[in-house]
């Protein structure tokens, strides 16, 4: 389509269709139920099942029309190895989202990777190892009295395929046992495996009164993860008003809460070029597949202000890949954010003290432009932190002086 036709792009809610149904449109049904079984192996003593408190969650449907529970607050928050290395202002936003809502969360220094990187880069780990780790941080939450919340598409995606191995078989059961026994550690599932942007949808409805800036000349293109919608599918929010239940809802929800517009482009379920092994072994692959199928596409078929995502991978690589293209003249240049960072600015986050902007390799000027942010302004009151930060006035920007 052309870009021309904006009113033929923008993607609207579709009609509820057979909203109780636990099935898809294509008749699968998912052979058993992973809470029936965990709750099980909790009965017979083999675990503990880490539940979320009463009256502190919001129920959302998943694929197959089951109901989720979203915990408020009092969440662990397990961070990504890539978010903290490369794109800070990411899992910044998102606590910035929980002091915003006034909601009790724990930040952990004890928490350790969760070596999917590992897992699906090299196949060098074995399942006592991956299912161990796993474990281990869902424990120290359990022992710290927070729920998990998962910042990474790829630990998230990790641990529900950890969670059928550690539910199907007894013996892996018994070796991560023997390690959690060493460790001192009981063995702890949570009851819900919850990814960081499915507690942004759910608190869309107290984000939204707190809206302080205009979005809604932003245009905007979503790539949904490949680790958060791909993998154990029956476990990822739908909503059968967005796309008919088709695609997963999450950050696309965000887009339309804020009133932006949201424009649909044709390889939407293609990766977003980061593959793992592919970024390891062939970087040239992955920076071309995520500059040509993905980021020209959006340009030519959605001509977006901004490309959103909901993982660490996807941010990086389709946002990094982007200065070999532009070498070579080809049609990029789109600025890439998380949905985190979209929804604080949109309350009204400083884009370089909160959000960290600056990270980012796309200029993203333009789009703060039409956000109404005046990044020069912002820019000058940045660095006036810095230097505060450089003469050991303080020690980091609080949330004060982030305001």
């Known amino acids: ?188 599932f949570p009851e819900e495996l919850v990814h960081y942007s499915e507690w942004v949808h759910a608190m869309l409805p107290r984000l939204k009164p707190l809206q302080k800036r205009d979005m809604s000349n932003i245009r905007v293109s979503v790539h949904p993860a490949c680790h958060y919608h791909k993998l154990v599918v029956e476990d990822v929010i739908y909503d059968r008003d967005l796309y008919d239940g088709q695609r997963t809802a999450v950050v696309s929800s965000v887009v339309k809460a804020f009133g932006s517009y949201l424009g649909d482009y044709s390889t939407w379920h293609d990766c977003c070029g980061f593959g793992f092994r592919h970024i390891l072994v062939s970087r040239d692959f992955s920076r071309s597949f995520s500059t040509i199928r993905k980021i020209e596409r959006m340009k030519e078929e959605a001509n977006p202000d901004v490309v959103l995502t909901h993982d660490t991978g996807c941010v990086t690589t389709l946002d990094k890949s982007q200065f070999a293209a532009q070498a070579h003249n080809r049609n990029v240049g789109v600025p890439v954010l998380s949905d985190a960072q979209f929804a604080a600015l949109a309350l009204g986050a400083h884009p370089y003290k909160v959000c960290q902007l600056h990270w980012h390799g796309v200029n993203n000027k333009p789009l703060m432009e039409k956000m109404g942010i005046d990044h020069k302004q912002a820019w000058e009151e940045f660095q006036t932190q810095v230097k505060r930060i450089e003469a050991k006035e303080i020690e980091y920007i609080s949330w004060e002086d982030a305001q």
């Not at 919001?58 to 397990?78: A, D, L, M, S, Y």
């Not at 299912?131 to 022992?143: D, E, L, M």
Request: glycine share 6%.
């Open 1 to 188: 389509m052309s870009s021309t036709a904006p009113q033929e792009k923008n993607i609207q809610f579709m009609p509820k269709k057979a909203k109780d149904r636990v099935f898809d449109r294509q008749g699968n049904v998912p052979t058993e139920y992973f809470k029936d079984a965990l709750f099980e192996l909790e009965a017979k003593g083999e675990l503990i099942v880490q539940k979320i408190e009463d009256g502190n969650w919001v129920e959302v449907e998943t694929k197959f029309g089951r109901k989720k529970k979203i915990p408020i607050q009092n969440t662990w928050h397990h961070k990504s190895c890539g978010q903290c290395g490369h794109i800070p202002g990411y899992s910044t936003s998102i606590f910035w989202l929980n002091r915003l809502l006034g909601l009790k969360y724990h930040d952990p220094r004890d928490q350790t990777s969760c070596t999917a990187w590992n897992y699906y880069a090299s196949s060098a780990s074995n399942p006592v190892a991956q299912a161990s780790i796993a474990i281990r941080n869902f424990s120290q939450a359990y022992q710290d009295g927070f729920f998990p919340l998962i910042h990474c598409g790829t630990s998230y995606g990790h641990y529900k395929e950890t969670r059928n191995e550690i539910l199907h078989h007894p013996k892996l059961r018994d070796q991560v046992r023997k390690v959690m026994d060493k460790l001192g550690k009981p063995m702890v």
